[in-house]
């Protein structure tokens, strides 16, 4: 292979190099291929230095002018240029909230079917199609939640929770205020949709690193399926399970065009989730494009800081976590 | 005793049909948007959203411009993204392995996997609109590749990774210089996973609509030139689905549908590739 490729460079050149000059030639090539892989590599770190450091510069203006009250301010008046991340901060953590509280158990209850119930023959098709809801764009589980999904909850499940909820003294204030289909509640279900596969595409992965000897020894002393799932396979993977779920929390912040259907997109903070709302991404999308440069601008790119911080430190979190269990399983 | 048992094959039972009932679940949703999808959409093909303009109320439009737009956002987005995601990967795999630079551009890269796609959006503007004072394809192009990057790196990396040293060896030991070990046998060995890798990628870029609201913009009009902005069909989506008048929604179910198909029929190709590949190794 080298003969060929030196008798290759030998005929290019114009005049025939000696062998000396064909292999310096090569090992020239060979340490540019080098570099050349080393400079991509370094530029996905630029990449993510940038995002930061542009983003910063960005916000600058807002954060100075605003100092500490921006993070605590629920205002959004673009008339009179006065700016606060609070009600967009809420809404995204109380939307995340919900999706993960519903997301979170049944992606683990699909995983937990998929590595000890399933059928073999069915845990192939049916592992696909959960993933195929994960490649599902975010826009098309916009669509479908303004269409489908906003009228059931107007129709339906608000006015059912409200009248079993509403009355009630403490927990009757999460479900005040008229049904309107669109709100927070209806925000944090699609998302829990749109997570649910990444819980399990991850417990499942992790669920798979268990030694089937531990598994066969508790079967082996007559444990139920589901003691085996509580007592070996769950303490065993569960580093591993909160990094998935870390994974699938950074998703639920950042996710943009579905919450930005059904969310409401009203900036105040109030203690109903069937209330409107906005999360800092639906934010963004909404406003970003009919800005006025400045203040305005400024304090949504502030916005895009705060919510890169966030998701930054969640993301790393979770690989931290998944890591430590792969080194784990490494041993 | 037969009290124990029967209390532990209860929760037995009783935590099987949740689970159960937690894949009925998930199942469901799939079943129930692409019914939705298929409804909504199917009745709105014709070959007026293939020849038409995106047009204003009243006036029989189609999705023409925006099918173009995103062929060609998505084309230079890729032509971006696919050679540096390669370049990247390969030198986690096949150079990098342990340095630290390697360890640190892995997790950044994982981090990069996941970052919301509006962030990457915010940042394409400051790098490419607020420069340049106008919208374009060209921005979208780039907010598109930075989303593909990270994917492209992460399957190269697991695919060098499967090329079995005894190969890279074998090459080595016949005086090939190490670039051309890789590029001539690593690279041949897992031709299919780079593919695989770049469909995923490009699946990816087709859905993607946050990170193109504030770079590429829209353009009603039909357009072959990046340098303007440009329509794309999740853009479209957007805006029509938020609009008043029923022939712009169907057109937005139509186009729904659309960017629906293209994006599971590129993962579905790109996982029957993986899996032809992985059964090849085994024979």
């Not at chain 1, 540019?32 to 996905?44: K, M, N, P």
């Not at chain 1, 940038?50 to 301010?73: D, E, K, N, Q, T």
């Amino acid at each position: 292979m080298t003969a060929t490729a030196i008798e290759a460079m030998e005929r290019s050149a114009s005049r025939p190099a000696s062998r000396s000059q064909a292999l310096g030639r090569l090992k020239f090539a060979d340490s540019g291929f080098r570099a050349l892989t080393q400079i991509s590599a370094a530029l996905v770190l630029a990449l993510l230095l940038g995002v930061a450091l542009s983003l910063f510069l960005g916000s600058w203006p807002a954060f100075s002018h605003f100092g500490f009250g921006f993070f605590i301010s629920d205002a959004w008046s673009p008339p009179k240029e006065h700016f606060g991340a609070a009600a967009a901060i809420y809404g995204t953590l109380v939307t995340s909230a919900i999706a993960m509280l519903i997301g979170v158990p049944v992606g683990l209850g699909i995983a937990v079917f998929l590595t000890e119930l399933c059928h073999p023959a069915l845990r192939r098709p049916i592992g696909v199609a959960i993933e195929l809801l994960a490649g599902i764009p975010s826009i098309i589980y916009g669509i479908w939640g303004v269409y489908y999904f906003k009228p059931v909850m107007q129709g339906y499940v608000e006015p059912f929770l409200i009248g079993v909820f509403g009355p009630l003294p403490g927990i009757g204030a999460l479900f005040g205020g008229p049904p309107l289909g669109y709100g927070v509640l209806t925000a944090g279900l699609v998302l829990a949709v749109m997570i649910l596969p990444f819980v399990t595409a991850v417990s499942r992965d992790v669920f798979e690193t268990v030694p089937t000897v531990l598994k066969e020894a508790a079967y082996g002393v007559g444990a139920t399926t589901f003691e085996v799932v509580g007592g070996i396979v769950f303490p065993y993977t569960r580093v591993g399970v909160i990094g998935g779920i870390m994974l699938a929390l950074g998703r639920a912040l950042g996710e943009t065009m579905a919450v930005t259907f059904v969310i409401g997109n009203a900036t105040k903070i109030s203690s109903s989730i069937l209330a409107q709302g906005t999360t800092i991404s639906a934010m963004i999308a909404n406003q970003f494009a009919d800005a006025d440069p400045g203040l305005f601008t400024s304090s949504l790119l502030a916005l895009g800081f705060i919510l890169f911080i966030i998701t930054f430190i969640v993301l790393a979190l979770a690989r931290w976590m998944l890591a430590a269990l792969e080194v784990k399983a490494g041993r | 005793m037969a009290n124990l048992y029967s209390g532990r094959r209860r929760r037995n039972v009783m935590w099987t049909v949740l689970s159960y009932a937690a894949t009925f679940f998930g199942l469901s949703w799939l079943v129930l948007i692409l019914a939705a999808l298929l409804g909504n959409g199917v009745g709105g093909l014709s070959l007026d959203v293939f020849t038409k303009m995106t047009a204003p109320p009243g006036v029989v439009g189609g999705l023409l411009n925006s099918i173009v737009g995103s062929l060609i956002v998505t084309a230079i987005g890729l032509v971006v993204a696919a050679p540096l995601g390669i370049l990247a990967g390969t030198y986690l795999a096949e150079y990098g392995h342990h340095a630290r630079l390697a360890v640190v551009i892995r997790f950044v890269n994982d981090i990069l996997l996941s970052a919301p796609s509006i962030v990457i959006g915010l940042f394409v503007y400051q790098l490419c609109v607020v420069p340049f004072g106008h919208f374009s394809g060209l921005a979208g192009s780039i907010a598109l590749a930075i989303i593909a990057v990270p994917i492209v790196v992460r399957t190269t990396e697991d695919m060098l990774n499967l090329v079995p040293n005894t190969l890279r060896e074998a090459a080595s030991a016949l005086g090939m210089p190490r670039s051309l070990v890789i590029r001539q046998v690593a690279y041949r060995a897992v031709r299919t996973g780079l593919v695989t890798g770049i469909l995923l990628a490009v699946a990816r870029m087709t859905g993607e609509t946050a990170p193109l609201i504030f770079t590429a913009l829209g353009n009603s009009l039909f357009t072959a030139d990046p340098r303007g902005p440009m329509s794309s069909l999740p853009l479209i989506i957007y805006e029509f689905a938020r609009s008043p008048y029923p022939e712009q929604q169907k057109l937005a179910w139509t186009g729904a549908l659309l960017v629906t198909l293209a994006v599971l029929g590129l993962s579905i190709v790109a996982r029957v590739l993986s899996s032809t590949s992985s059964a090849d190794k085994q024979n």
